[in-house]
């Protein structure tokens, strides 16, 4: 029925039956993070137990490097699960009668491995996770982010290939989640794990994701970076998604940055064209950067004029360092705090220092408001009126 | 009446077919029932009581050792020692191939939905059914003595037992399963690792059940001719003596008292 492209409704009204997954097709690389994202009942879940087989899909095929699980036998796939996966779970799902380095070594003990070996293995992952010292405490006697990294190690100890987390961070609390969050990429970056995250949470997704596949009614809806999911939703649903997503926490400095601003060039403009250039762009602040567009700091009018009328050639004396740079990659949030220090541009450069472009006061306010620059001007134009 | 009949007729059958199982059951019973009948018996009295008040003292707490010491020393001071010791006997054995039964047949149950919607009519039979009716085939199939009175009480305590164990098997939690599952757990590692210690605490309530059952229907059993307490209790029935039946029913409740402590918080620790 399904090949008959009927509606989920359809078929849930004539069989009695509810399409969990369908038409979902997705390629997760080595090495990534991929976030599956939909809210409950859009089988994202159910899809995530697919790849470990805890559900069987009735069709369709899923390859883990070029071996087929949906064709394996229940020897196949117990190895699979052994040496391949590992899986966290939102609710933990440990053992509360066992303590935390049994649990961590849990994975390890069905495979049959000797204590020995398995507990010194999960004393090293406990290490990882910051759990030392909790290594013979009960399960119960642990905060719900601390069971979690206890869930989160015990994949670990597994030495998996592809790390299966079903919404492991949903049931912490805020605080606790962002540290997590965090905590899983810094973790990311040593062990460079495949990693399939499922979440309801979009602000989750963008933060943790290489790539986003979103989900409604058993199918997948987008796929894309998480940039391109922000910034050009495929439909209507995942729109409405991005409405609410805190913009702040998104947005790049490169995407608002004015790039290609006019400079100063050290050694090649003295004050005379520094001022010329000043002139044309109607500003009393330049950026100077030397010829390989190195950032070296600020100048400003008053300065240029002083250094011409001193008849000084050069405009390197006149430069004010800037310690307040920002890198391509920050988010709006991160920029914030720095108006409070300057009313100044605030210069974007790469990782070798180059200047890139440069972000206005005014138009990181219209990102963050989502008003556009003209009513920001009119609003500091009053304030400076008052 | 047409039913009685057919039951009738089956009892006979059985009896009549089957007189070789039964003579194998009843020797491979009454073995067990006089192996711990002679250990009781050969053991010095205060030995067992001090046996019976350290084991309560180490699982039951200070309370129940006190409970236990004043219980076994009264038993001994009325005179129903013996009684008491056979009684016991008979509850173990019994509650032993109970458990033996029951425990398997819960988890058996707990895993295949059909054996559980099987089951779960017979055991709902077994345990309503007035336990008296059991004597009767007891007879039959075993003759009269202990051994059909620990048949009776086998079917009449093990269906707690069944029941407790698949409930606390069913009820660890699905995530748990689940997880265990997707790190590569066998059926049989899930079991043994997961789900019987969870279960644990379930199951073992369905023990101290089984036992307390036990202990009920071995009285009972007293009228087809086991041994024990409840032939004092049976006694005092039938010669209308007041002072005999309450003291040995007293001795029932004391023994009672002390299995179900001890049993209770086997567990726990």
Same mark, same amino acid.
């Given at each position: ?14 069989? $009695?039956c ?8 997705l ?13 409950? $009942?859009s089988? +994202? ?9 805890? #559900?069987?899909?009735?069709e ?20 699979i699960?052994? +040496?391949?996966f590992?899986?966290?779970?939102q ?10 380095i ?6 390890l003990?069905l ?6 070996e ?7 992952i ?11 405490q ?5 905060? $719900? ?18 790390? /299966? ?15 997590m ?8 970056? +040593? ?10 949470? /979009?602000e ?7 790539k986003?596949?979103?989900?409604k009614?058993?199918?997948i ?7 391109e999911?922000?910034?050009n ?17 998104i ?16 050694? !090649?403009?003295?004050?005379s064209?520094?001022? !010329? ?12 950067v030397?010829?390989n ?17 001193n ?26 705090? /720095? ?5 100044h541009? #605030?210069?974007?450069?790469n ?6 472009g ?11 408001t989502?008003?556009n620059? $003209?009513?920001?001007n ?9 | ?19 070789g199982v ?8 009454? &073995? ?12 010095? =009295? ?5 046996l019976?008040?350290g084991?309560?003292?180490w ?5 129940n050792?006190?409970?236990? %010491?004043?219980?076994?020393s ?5 005179g ?9 006997? %008979? ?8 458990l033996?039964? &029951? ?26 059914m007035p ?17 059909? &009175? ?19 098997? %069913?009820?660890?939690p699905?995530?748990i ?5 997707a =790190?590569?757990a ?5 079991l043994?690792?997961?789900?019987i210690p ?25 009228m087809? &001719? ?28 004391? %023994? ?14």
């Amino acid at each position: 029925m399904i090949k008959e492209d009927k509606s989920k409704d359809e078929i849930l009204s004539i069989t $009695g039956c509810n399409v969990a997954v369908r038409n979902a097709n997705l390629t997760i690389r080595e090495g990534e993070i991929y976030v599956i994202m939909g809210l409950s $009942g859009s089988g +994202k879940s159910t899809l995530l137990r697919c790849i470990n087989r805890l #559900i069987t899909p009735t069709e369709g095929k899923i390859f883990v490097d070029h071996e087929e699980i949906t064709k394996m036998n229940n020897k196949e796939l117990l190895n699979i699960r052994r +040496k391949e996966f590992a899986m966290v779970f939102q609710h933990f799902g440990l053992l509360p009668h066992r303590s935390i380095i049994s649990n961590v070594a849990f994975g390890l003990e069905l495979q049959g491995i000797s204590k020995e070996e398995r507990e010194k293995k999960a004393l090293e992952i406990i290490e990882l996770v910051d759990l030392k010292g909790y290594e013979n405490q009960k399960v119960s006697e642990l905060s $719900g982010g601390m069971q979690q990294r206890v869930g989160l190690a015990r994949g670990l100890a597994n030495n998996p290939e592809v790390l /299966l987390m079903d919404e492991a961070f949903s049931a912490l609390d805020p605080l606790i989640r962002a540290q997590m969050q965090d905590e899983l990429l810094l973790l990311q970056e +040593k062990m460079k794990k495949t990693i399939v995250f499922i979440t309801h949470d /979009l602000e989750e997704a963008i933060k943790l994701g290489d790539k986003i596949a979103i989900m409604k009614d058993g199918e997948i809806v987008q796929i894309g970076t998480p940039e391109e999911i922000i910034t050009n939703p495929a439909n209507d649903y995942v729109e409405a998604f991005v409405e609410n997503v805190d913009r702040s926490k998104i947005t790049t400095a490169s995407s608002i940055m004015f790039p290609k601003p006019k400079v100063a060039r050290l050694t !090649k403009d003295g004050p005379s064209i520094t001022l !010329k250039i000043m002139r044309d762009s109607g500003t009393n602040i330049l950026p100077v950067v030397r010829t390989n567009r190195t950032f070296l700091g600020f100048i400003h009018l008053k300065d240029v004029i002083d250094l011409k009328n001193n008849g000084i050639n050069s405009i390197e004396s006149a430069i004010k360092e800037s310690v307040m740079c920002v890198s391509p990659d920050s988010v709006i949030q991160d920029m914030l705090p /720095l108006l409070s220090k300057t009313n100044h541009i #605030i210069p974007v450069v790469n990782e070798s220092n180059h200047l890139v472009g440069v972000v206005s006061p005014t138009s990181l306010i219209a990102e963050t408001t989502g008003k556009n620059k $003209g009513e920001i001007n009119n609003i500091i134009q009053k304030a400076i009126d008052l | 009446m047409i039913l009685g009949e057919y039951i009738e007729e089956a009892i006979n059958w059985l009896t009549e077919n089957f007189s070789g199982v039964f003579d194998a059951i009843n020797s491979f019973m009454s &073995g067990l029932i006089g192996g711990i009948e002679m250990f009781w018996m050969k053991t010095p =009295f205060y030995i067992v009581i001090a046996l019976f008040t350290g084991i309560a003292y180490w699982k039951a707490g200070k309370s129940n050792a006190i409970i236990t %010491l004043l219980g076994l020393s009264y038993i001994y001071a009325a005179g129903f020692w013996d009684e008491t010791m056979q009684t016991l006997s %008979l509850v173990l054995a019994s509650a032993i191939i109970a458990l033996a039964i &029951g425990i398997p047949l819960g988890i058996w149950s707990a895993k295949n939905h059909t054996v559980n919607k099987i089951s779960r009519p017979i055991l709902d039979f077994m345990q309503t059914m007035p336990a008296f009716v059991y004597l009767i085939p007891a007879v039959l199939f075993f003759g009269l003595g202990t051994v059909p &009175g620990a048949f009776a009480t086998i079917i009449f305590a093990m269906p707690p037992v069944v029941r407790l164990t698949t409930l606390g098997i %069913l009820q660890v939690p699905k995530d748990i399963v689940e997880a265990t599952t997707a =790190f590569g757990a066998t059926p049989k590692q899930l079991l043994f690792k997961v789900q019987i210690p969870l279960a644990m605490p379930t199951i073992l309530a369905g023990v101290n059940q089984t036992i307390m059952m036990a202990l009920s229907m071995v009285v009972i059993a007293s009228m087809i &001719g086991a041994k024990g307490l409840g032939e004092i209790v049976l006694q005092g029935i039938s010669q209308l003596r007041i002072g005999l039946g309450f003291e040995s029913g007293l001795a029932v409740v004391l %023994l009672a008292i002390i299995l179900d402590r001890i049993t209770q918080n086997i567990g726990k620790k």
